[in-house]
């Protein structure tokens, strides 16, 4: 099964971004073929047929490389997130290669780029991040290292141990990491080991933990969405104690722990944020 490929042209390649130290958002493609049941990115996405059957359309920017090399000579250079809609490193990436275009363009002009994935296809273009180490980091969402789970929630995406080892192998090269642990979702995701176990893959690899709850949407509210039961039970859910749980175990392993989006720690918790 393949998904059905369809091209568009843009007039932006570098957007503003509301998220936390982010600049700009750089997405080289509209659709994700990891089809992840949570993915707010649907809602997001202004084409009503990718929208609407997601994960099996895929739009290519087929001109985004054009635009960003004039973007980059008239833009404040600034720090860009790389696939904050969609993964930019689906398996699409391999055949046209926007990214690597898009990463090779923005670190040669000053700018640092902050990549977020699910997808070891990463490791092609380790020659280009090791060559700019300083002005990139790479995350790596992880939700589990069980397969069974990931594989209900995150039907196409590789399996979370070969993530696992793509963290191992870009903490190597010396470039900056980071474990992203969301959603965490009520009963399927949020036990104590499944915990454990990626605070010590953080350890392991020198990268910073973060963490983020399951955010309801609109579309995990229909009684026959996947994820329709642990949408409910999120609600009401003890989000500060599982977090306060998070920040402890993460400062036994001596791990830095951040929010995702949100949670302040209490005056006396204070130094959970950052461990010595």
């Not at 359309?57 to 860009?80: D, M, Q, S, T, Y």
């Not at 900056?176 to 990626?198: A, M, Q």
């Not at 306060?244 to 392993?253: A, D, G, N, P, S």
Request: glycine share 4%; proline share 6%; net charge positive.
């Amino acid at each position: 099964m393949k998904p059905k490929i369809t091209s568009i042209r843009v007039r932006e390649a570098l957007s503003k971004s509301g998220l936390p130290d982010l600049d700009y958002a750089l997405n080289p493609y509209m659709g994700c073929w990891h089809a992840c049941t949570y993915c707010y990115a649907r809602l997001y996405t202004h084409l009503r047929d990718i929208a609407e059957n997601w994960g099996e359309i895929i739009a290519v920017k087929e001109n985004i490389v054009e635009v960003l090399r004039h973007e980059v000579k008239v833009k404040k250079p600034g720090v860009v997130g790389v696939g904050t809609i969609t993964d930019a490193y689906q398996p699409i990436e391999a055949s046209y290669k926007l990214t690597r275009q898009s990463i090779s363009i923005l670190l040669d002009n000053g700018f640092h780029a902050s990549i977020q994935t699910k997808n070891t296809l990463v490791l092609r273009d380790l020659d280009i991040l090791v060559e700019h180490r300083g002005k990139v980091d790479v995350g790596f969402t992880i939700t589990s290292l069980d397969k069974k789970i990931t594989s209900l929630i995150e039907p196409r995406a590789p399996p979370p141990k070969a993530r696992a080892r793509a963290l191992y192998k870009v903490s190597s090269e010396g470039i900056e990491t980071w474990l992203f642990y969301g959603p965490i979702i009520p009963r399927l995701n949020d036990d104590l080991e499944t915990i454990k176990e990626l605070v010590e893959l953080a350890s392991a690899t020198n990268s910073v933990f973060y963490y983020d709850k399951l955010r309801v949407k609109p579309f995990m509210l229909n009684p026959s969405h996947p994820l329709y039961i642990a949408a409910k039970r999120a609600r009401n859910y003890p989000w500060r104690r599982l977090y306060e749980k998070i920040h402890e175990i993460c400062r036994m392993k001596r791990v830095e722990c951040r929010p995702g989006m949100e949670y302040t720690p209490t005056r006396q918790t204070s130094t959970l944020d950052k461990y010595l």
